[in-house]
């Protein structure tokens, strides 16, 4: 977890581009794909496992009815996590003591007023969470106002850092804004997946109807916003 940005950071630099923007928009990309297969994918599925192989093995076709038992039990594990990550996150952002006594000891008072902050390694921490709390929005709602009270909490971080303290190393010209509210749909696609096979397998074929319908809809208002938006995007990269 802790090594994986800093490898993106490596390849970033071996990939053939001289746009720098587009090599942020990649590292942001390629950090939420590796947040989102490893913090929620692997926890949702590993957290059951060893209780849903033998029952596999028995009976195969039971597989959906046992995912749909056993995927609750993940939020647990979800509630401390984005717990830990507030805590955290807020408190090296708002304290940063390593950073500040390297600065004492080198005695480079000067740079302590300005923080140089990577929003490509930031924004996908960000989308990842908030896809957490939009997918078990459907299975364990009391996700929702912990997700809201977390959301408060950084913006009361964030809020003047990025004014007065925090900034860019690299100017991303919008572009990481863009691709943030790409991974945010894919939460939104999940959650609708999840919904979709909560009603299939209580029959409700009325509400999947719907639900379907929804998925649908999502899909074209991404389609929308992307011809609308791309274009405005992609020609004020050059730096």
Request: charged share 15%; glycine share 4%.
């Given at each position: 977890?802790?090594?994986?940005?800093?490898?993106?950071?490596?390849?970033?630099i071996l990939y053939p581009s001289s746009c720098r923007p587009r090599l942020e928009v990649k590292k942001q990309r390629h950090y939420f794909i590796f947040l989102y297969v490893q913090l929620f994918l692997v926890v949702s599925i590993s957290s059951s496992v060893t209780t849903m192989i033998p029952e596999i093995i028995r009976r195969i076709d039971s597989v959906p009815a046992m995912l749909a038992r056993n995927l609750p039990k993940a939020a647990d594990y979800f509630y401390s996590y984005l717990a830990i990550q507030t805590v955290t996150h807020c408190v090296t952002i708002l304290f940063r003591l390593p950073e500040?006594?390297?600065?004492?000891?080198?005695?480079?008072?000067?740079?302590?007023?300005?923080?140089?902050?990577d929003w490509s390694l930031v924004y996908p921490i960000f989308a990842n969470m908030m896809s957490i709390c939009l997918i078990f929005s459907v299975i364990s709602p009391l996700i929702l106002p912990v997700g809201l009270i977390m959301f408060t909490v950084f913006l009361i971080t964030y809020s003047y850092q990025v004014i007065y303290v925090a900034e860019p190393n690299i100017q991303g010209n919008g572009?990481?804004?863009?691709?943030?509210?790409?991974?945010?749909?894919?939460?939104?696609?999940?959650?609708?997946?999840?919904?979709?096979?909560?009603?299939?397998?209580?029959?409700?074929?009325?509400?999947?109807?719907?639900?379907?319908?929804?998925?649908?809809?999502?899909?074209?208002?991404?389609?929308h916003v992307q011809q609308r938006i791309r274009p405005l995007m992609r020609f004020p990269t050059k730096q």
């Amino acid at each position: 977890m802790l090594l994986f940005p800093l490898c993106v950071k490596y390849l970033a630099i071996l990939y053939p581009s001289s746009c720098r923007p587009r090599l942020e928009v990649k590292k942001q990309r390629h950090y939420f794909i590796f947040l989102y297969v490893q913090l929620f994918l692997v926890v949702s599925i590993s957290s059951s496992v060893t209780t849903m192989i033998p029952e596999i093995i028995r009976r195969i076709d039971s597989v959906p009815a046992m995912l749909a038992r056993n995927l609750p039990k993940a939020a647990d594990y979800f509630y401390s996590y984005l717990a830990i990550q507030t805590v955290t996150h807020c408190v090296t952002i708002l304290f940063r003591l390593p950073e500040s006594m390297w600065l004492c000891l080198a005695r480079r008072r000067e740079c302590a007023a300005c923080k140089p902050i990577d929003w490509s390694l930031v924004y996908p921490i960000f989308a990842n969470m908030m896809s957490i709390c939009l997918i078990f929005s459907v299975i364990s709602p009391l996700i929702l106002p912990v997700g809201l009270i977390m959301f408060t909490v950084f913006l009361i971080t964030y809020s003047y850092q990025v004014i007065y303290v925090a900034e860019p190393n690299i100017q991303g010209n919008g572009l990481l804004y863009w691709e943030a509210l790409h991974h945010v749909f894919v939460g939104i696609y999940t959650m609708n997946i999840f919904l979709l096979g909560l009603f299939f397998l209580r029959k409700a074929f009325g509400p999947a109807i719907v639900a379907t319908a929804l998925l649908f809809g999502v899909g074209l208002t991404q389609f929308h916003v992307q011809q609308r938006i791309r274009p405005l995007m992609r020609f004020p990269t050059k730096q």
